[in-house]
């Protein structure tokens, strides 16, 4: 069974603080989903990946296939990035179907 | 930008009643997802959807539970006798072959 565990559970910065929540997993995966949720319950994808590195504006992803692990960075962390991020993986061939995480609880103060 | 729609955006209904939930996927997209989340808990896999049949379904997806795309653009999530512990938000999703998933804005099911 895929377990996918994310750290820290919480998290309160300060606005322009360097963010990282990290995400690992235990079986082998195909792909590794960064999501957004905000407090209206939406979610929305932030990041696909596979291998290595993906920068979008401030957010940057990674993933290390061989360690099972990914982090997730905010730059410059400011108030509107306050969240749940959720990490989900997928696990391949012909389904792609989402194993999630609990998620991250991201509150920045300005 | 593409997008996955769902009705209604919050559903009202008492203990036993039927209900449907309704998305629009996006139109090129070729597989379906239904994933719900209890409050204060995690995002759960129901259902996915390709080539017009269920592909696979999680233990939570019983009898109660079965996913019709009735016209080939919209994909429905029906309940047939509801029960207090399916008070959840509920996502639809859809992708293509290799993309990342895009979700619906989930309805929000309240059974009293």
């Known amino acids: 069974k895929n377990e996918v565990e994310q750290s820290p559970q919480n998290l309160t910065a300060q606005e322009g603080e360097f963010i990282t929540i990290n995400c690992s997993y235990s079986?082998?995966?195909?792909?590794l989903h960064w999501l957004q949720q905000h407090p209206g319950g939406g979610i929305v994808s932030l990041f696909m990946?596979?291998?290595g590195k993906k920068k979008h504006g401030r957010l940057i992803a990674t993933i290390n296939i061989q360690e099972k692990h990914s982090s997730l960075h905010i730059t410059a962390s400011h108030p509107r990035d306050s969240a749940v991020y959720i990490c989900?993986?997928?696990?391949?061939?012909?389904?792609?179907?989402?194993?999630f995480g609990k998620g991250t609880l991201l509150t920045v103060n300005p | 930008e593409p997008e996955v729609t769902q009705t209604p955006s919050h559903q009202v209904t008492q203990m036993g009643q039927e209900v449907i939930l309704r998305c629009v996927p996006i139109?090129?997209?070729?597989?379906f997802y239904w994933y719900r989340q209890i409050l204060g808990q995690k995002v759960e896999f129901l259902v996915s959807?390709?080539?017009?049949?269920?592909?696979?379904k999680s233990e939570i997806f019983d009898d109660q539970f079965s996913v019709e795309r009735p016209d080939g653009s919209n994909f429905t999530l029906k309940i047939r006798s509801t029960k207090l512990e399916d008070s959840a938000m509920y996502f639809c999703?859809?992708?293509?072959?290799?993309?990342?998933?895009?979700f619906g804005p989930g309805t929000r099911l309240t059974v009293t």
């Open positions: 139109s090129n997209h070729l597989y």
């Open positions: 959807f390709y080539n017009n049949e269920i592909s696979e």
């Open positions: 990946l596979s291998s």
């Open positions: 079986v082998g995966i195909s792909a």
């Open positions: 989900a993986v997928q696990l391949g061939g012909s389904n792609y179907k989402l194993t």
């Open positions: 999703a859809s992708s293509g072959t290799g993309a990342g998933e895009y």
